[in-house]
């Protein structure tokens, strides 16, 4: 089984276990697809699902100007990271828009 917590912790060292937790839950059957669970931030498709899914439709963001901006940050702070884990992404964008609590 793939360590999200300790992949988290490379971006947030007080990451939250039970918010990772709850992402791990949510995403469910994608995480067994290696496609799937990766984020391509080279492939705008992926950055609108990303946007429409996870900040607009799961966190309840209705400004998409503004998940676009931190889904930006999210891809620049794991620029060096070749394969984005869906988790990880994900629990930085909810991080970047105060949004861990209402997971």
């Not at 059957?29 to 990766?38: K, W």
């Not at 705008?44 to 899914?53: A, H, N, T």
């Amino acid at each position: 089984m793939v360590d999200y917590v300790a992949d988290v912790k490379k971006y947030d060292a007080t990451a939250s276990e039970e918010a990772v937790n709850k992402i791990v839950r949510h995403l469910g059957i994608a995480l067994r697809n290696r496609d799937s669970s990766l984020v391509s931030c080279t492939d705008p498709k992926e950055l609108e699902r990303v946007r429409q899914r996870w900040c607009e439709k799961k966190l309840g963001v209705t400004d998409a100007a503004k998940c676009d901006a931190v889904i930006e940050k999210v891809c620049q702070t794991m620029s060096s990271d070749n394969t984005k884990s869906r988790v990880t992404f994900y629990y930085l964008v909810a991080k970047h828009l105060d949004k861990l609590s209402s997971l």
